[in-house]
């Protein structure tokens, strides 16, 4: 082990060489039920990297598995072996002229793709769930679909060319004719081989008619074999044989796909049918029809999601039967649109419904009906016991066959006890999923599911003959089952195509193909309980992309995953190890707890309050003392910190601001702001409105001396607006308590919040007039505590509702950054926040690469790589002419300012500049 590492560590710099336990441990879990902890884990940012990787392993004769989001549901891209993660320096996009194709790197977000592409009026075709946190190497590697895609829109479907590195450590880009000949030259034996297999396997008409048919509906069960019938040149074979792969053939280091529409106009509809059958027939007839997708509901799923807020009553009053279609129809205009929503009920006519089918062209309501289909397989998750796992199988049946199979994997599921189970699915392709609750730290429960499966297998493949995986991938999962569902003779052929590229089997072991019957009972992910608040994990990854520590030390799921092996540690007796030592650092100190993990999570848990809450275990007595007396006299607090800021500059004038950054252990930053001075309340008449300066907006002043603080500035805007502001009594001495909340000290900061609503209270004549705050965090902060009994705003809420209206602005022409807070994020008023900031000027940047910045509040100063990485995009998605920036928190701008060198200010700058009047002096 440790010479594999030296090895590694000759090309690798130390922080992309991962080898303590914790972290090991953290990577080992994907969002499978399956469990693998990697010897070691190396990051690779190209190819030079990927070639030594293969070197290493190849010496050390040790297996290896490509990873890129960790959102595969099979288990393949968990391994005991080396686990090879594909980092940003993949993350490459390169969009044609004509947008007709675009050349990707596995290392880029599949919706990151998509946004990029959308004002060309394009997309990629595959379009699964997890788009959002899925990465290109996975959708390639899997032949992921999704909703829409089907089996004419899929990776395979829509390859145009591939650059991809073999075992050996051949590169071949087939875009590239060179590398082509040479390639062609140096594995002619190679090339050879894979015509002869196609060759055999043509003149075979049983065999190739038995692919062709297997193909008709969606499948991932083995390779992609249709590649041998589909193609007659090798290389095309080659690529074709690499998607759906899962990392056992070779890596793809980059892909070009063949894009398609992005139709503008689509329309949705959510049917009602009395049972299954019917809905089934309806599928039928819809599927000739111009429809982009029909998503097929059983009652279970409806029954899960009916008491959802804005769904319509009518699915609490359905019968036990019913069942339900979510039909898309989508058009590059309104006429076409309504042609295909004409098409579609036509198709439907004579099919009996609980109600008149009527299709919606209201984003809205459309957003509503989709909100029912995605929020199944989370309802489940959520209702779930503690210590249990939630599994979403994929099985595909010919159409004809839909309602029989979809009965009949109802009555199983009963059958095995799996009464909370229920099923959905992409119905114009026979694709259904079921999802339901299992216990694998039971070995009597781990054999129910062993029997149930057997008998899904049995039932897919004996009676329908359909797809044991349609779009999940084989994985480690359905490996055993591959020869029950092609037979012997194709499950031989895929095992020459393993040989061929793979003799010593390195790649990815056991993935795919496994002799062994019980593979996929091996290795089951524990579950154990940790605490309430995160036990309905689902360790899925969806977090991941938000979070600001994700591939600095821990991201959501991975705080998550360690903390339940400490607990089960815990509960059984055995010592933390060094697993106890490394997890305040990558666990608490890293974490932001900036909650932007619950938008994402299908469950909405907040990694943040698990964070706090371990933060507040681990604070002793006195810090609880020294917390209480903080938020009692938080006047004398906020001197002192000013007093500090004041004496920093006095040093930094000496040594500079590089210099005390590093003597400080980058607690100073460049630029740091001035000292906060004394907020003036401003005497005058008008609309009274309660204005509370937030503490960071006290504490922390102007960028630069000679500018006016920021609560000068809000009180200004607020009187040209014709308000008079009220300041609460003694408001320096107040705070709402962020500060003590975000180390766990809960009860001390709620006594804060208490000390400020009563100011709040008497300053707003209990509620009489509109109260704003001017630091998202903190107005976050109080609105979750006050709950409704004081009407508190962010100021940018205010500025939306009541400044907007009431002031003339002069737009500027930009550009400016925009960066949206995770509070504001979390608030959903980031659309307020746009449309103030887009009043004021015409070009507004708001990088997409950056979510949280990492601050944090103290965050920033007491661990500076965080707010490092969370911000280590902004230089590449803010232009050179872009100089400045807004936001609406006062730490938050520090951060943003002293990372990306260019001046972050409060919105509320922004506003008071382009609300001046000619006469006024800037």
């Known amino acids: 082990m440790k010479s594999l590492i030296s090895d590694l560590h000759t090309h690798f710099p130390a922080d992309r060489v991962i080898a303590d336990e914790l972290r090991r441990l953290a990577w080992g879990t994907d969002a499978s039920f399956y469990r693998l902890v990697p010897r070691v884990v190396v990051v690779v940012e190209n190819e030079a990297d990927l070639l030594h990787v293969l070197a290493v392993t190849r010496q050390h004769r040790i297996h290896l598995t490509f990873r890129a989001a960790g959102t595969s549901l099979s288990g393949q891209a968990v391994t005991d072996g080396v686990l090879v993660l594909i980092g940003e320096g993949f993350a490459s996009f390169e969009v044609a002229a004509d947008a007709l194709s675009v050349r990707l790197g596995p290392g880029i977000v599949g919706s990151e793709v998509n946004r990029r592409l959308a004002h060309m009026g394009r997309k990629i075709g595959p379009d699964p ?81 038995r692919i062709r048919h297997k193909f008709k509906i969606k499948n991932t069960t083995g390779y992609s074999l249709n590649a041998l019938v589909d193609y007659r040149d090798p290389l095309e074979i080659l690529t074709h044989l690499m998607i759906g792969s899962e990392g056992t053939l070779g890596f793809i280091s980059r892909i070009t796909y063949r894009t398609v529409v992005e139709d503008p106009c689509k329309a949705s509809a959510l049917i009602f049918f009395p049972d299954i059958e019917t809905a089934c027939q309806a599928v039928v007839r819809l599927k000739p029809q111009p429809v982009s997708a029909v ?142 609750t299992q216990d694998f730290g039971d070995p009597a429960e781990v054999q129910r599911y062993a029997g149930f499966m057997d008998e899904v297998c049995k039932l897919v493949v004996e009676k329908y003959d359909g ?9 480690r999962n359905m490996a055993p089952f591959v020869e029950m569902e092609w037979g012997k003779q194709a499950t031989d052929l895929m095992r020459r195509i393993k040989m061929l590229f793979d003799p010593e089997n390195r790649l990815n072991p056991g993935v795919i193909l496994n002799d062994d019957p019980a593979a996929h009972l091996q290795h089951l992910k524990p579950m154990p309980p940790a605490e309430d608040i995160v036990d309905r994990c689902i360790e899925c990854g969806f977090c991941e992309p938000l979070c600001p520590s994700h591939q600095l030390t821990l991201s959501p799921r991975q705080r998550i995953v360690s903390w339940r092996e400490l607990s089960r540690r815990s509960a059984a007796g055995e010592p933390a190890g060094a697993l106890g030592k490394d997890y305040p650092y990558f666990g608490l100190d890293t974490c932001a707890g900036c909650g932007l993990c619950s938008t994402a999570c299908p469950v909405a848990i907040n990694t943040g309050d698990l964070t706090r809450r371990l933060r507040g275990r681990a604070q002793s007595d006195l810090a609880r003392s020294v917390g209480r007396w903080t938020g ?26 590089k210099a005390l950054g590093i003597l400080s ?11 906060g001075r004394a907020v003036r309340a401003h005497q005058v008449n008008g609309d009274p409105v309660v204005y509370f300066p937030a503490c960071g907006g006290r504490i922390f002043g102007p960028n630069a001396a000679g500018e006016a603080q920021l609560g000068e500035v809000i009180q200004q805007v607020l009187v040209r607006a014709g308000y008079a502001p009220r300041l609460p009594q003694e408001f320096d001495r107040l705070c709402c308590g962020q500060m003590l909340a975000s180390k766990g000290l809960a009860e001390e900061a709620n006594a804060s919040a208490a000390r400020l609503e009563a100011a709040l209270d008497a300053a707003s004549e209990h509620g009489r007039y509109p109260i704003i705050m001017d630091a998202s965090t903190c107005s976050v902060r109080m609105q979750e505590y006050l709950a409704g009994r004081l009407p508190l705003l962010d100021f940018h809420e205010f500025a939306h509702d009541a400044l907007l ?25 980031d659309a307020k926040l746009k449309k103030v900031v887009s009043a004021c000027v015409e070009q507004v940047i708001a990088p997409a690469g950056v979510s949280c910045c990492g601050f944090s509040g103290d965050r920033g100063f007491v ?44 919105v509320a700058y922004l ?3 382009c609300s001046r009047t000619p006469t006024m002096e800037d």
């Open 467 to 475: 797809s044991l995986k349609a779009e999940h991938g084989t994985g």
């Open 805 to 829: 209206p009431r002031l003339r602005l002069v737009r500027q022409t930009g550009p400016i950054a925009l960066h949206i807070n995770c509070s504001v994020h979390k608030s959903g008023s």
């Open 911 to 913: 506003l008071e500049e």
């Open 129 to 209: 769930a997890s788009i959002a946190t899925c990465k290109i190497g996975g959708i390639a590697a899997n032949n992921a679909s999704g909703m829409c895609c089907g089996t004419a829109q899929n990776s395979y479907r829509t390859l145009a060319g591939m650059r991809v590195i073999l075992v050996d450590g051949c590169v071949l880009d087939t875009e590239e004719a060179a590398s082509v000949a040479a390639f062609r030259q140096s594995h002619a034996r190679l090339l050879d081989e894979l015509e002869c297999l196609a060759q055999q396997t043509l003149a075979d008409t049983a065999l190739a008619g």
């Open 665 to 675: 252990g980058g607690a100073w930053k460049t630029a740091m702001p001035r000292a």
């Open 632 to 657: 009692e006299h938080f006047g004398a607090v906020a001197s002192t910190a000013r007093l500090g800021l004041q004496l920093g500059h006095l040093a930094s004038a000496v040594v500079g601001d």
């Open 295 to 436: 998503e097929l509901l059983d009652r279970a799923a409806l029954r899960s999601v009916e008491n959802k807020p804005g769904l319509p009553p009518i699915i609490r009053a359905l019968g036990d039967s019913v069942a339900a279609l979510l039909v898309e129809v989508r058009s590059q205009d309104t006429h076409g649109l309504q042609a295909h929503i004409d098409a579609a009920l036509a198709a439907m006519t004579g099919v009996e419904t609980v109600e008149a089918p009527y299709f919606s062209t209201d984003p809205e309501t459309c957003e509503m009906y989709w909100k029912v289909r995605k929020g199944t397989f989370p309802s489940v998750g959520a209702m779930r016991r503690a210590g249990t796992t939630v599994i979403i199988e994929d099985v595909a049946f010919p159409i004809a066959s839909l309602a029989a199979a979809t009965l009949d994997l109802q009555a199983l599921l009963k059958q095995h006890g799996y009464h909370e189970a229920i099923i959905f699915g992409h119905a114009l392709e026979g694709n259904l999923h079921f999802v339901f």
């Open 863 to 906: 661990v500076p790589e965080l707010n490092q990485h969370a911000l280590r995009k902004i230089h590449d998605e803010l232009p050179a002419s872009c100089m400045r920036g807004v936001s609406s928190n006062r730490t938050c701008e520090i951060g943003l300012t002293a990372e990306s060198g260019r001046t972050y200010r409060s």
